[in-house]
């Protein structure tokens, strides 16, 4: 399993931008598809984003879709999120995950290992 540590949360305010990173050990990070995923109180964690392991093919969820990007740079076993107009109600804890496939799910179940999460909040 891989070992995944996300930087780049913080305080920010309303339309602000934000890049959230997330650095992978092993060799075989280009093998994995990696998601992004997003936890606010009292809520179930949500799908975000995701990216294949070449990084052919990108998908977003409805909420943040025109706003977000993922990207990865498998050169530097790294996975980004590129949050621009940040909005109230993107305030989560931001996790990356990984699975050992081709293509993301949008299932959280899908993933075989998770970051600790980095918060961001964003107030109005």
């Known amino acids: 399993q891989a070992q995944l540590v996300e930087s780049g949360g913080g305080l920010v305010q309303t339309g602000d931008s934000l890049r959230l990173s997330c650095v992978a050990s092993g060799r075989a990070f280009s093998t994995w598809a990696m998601g992004w995923f997003r936890q606010a109180p009292g809520k179930e964690r949500e799908f975000v984003a995701g990216i294949t392991r070449r990084a052919g093919v990108t998908a977003y969820a409805d909420s943040v879709k025109g706003r977000f990007r993922i990207s990865r740079d498998n050169a530097r076993n790294t996975v980004y999120l590129q949050m621009n107009s940040l909005k109230s109600e993107d305030t989560a804890v931001y996790y990356c995950?990984?699975?050992?496939?081709?293509?993301?799910?949008?299932?959280?179940?899908?993933?075989?290992?998770w970051g600790q999460g980095t918060q961001v909040t964003v107030s109005s």
């Open positions: 995950a990984s699975r050992d496939e081709t293509w993301f799910s949008r299932g959280r179940e899908d993933y075989d290992s």
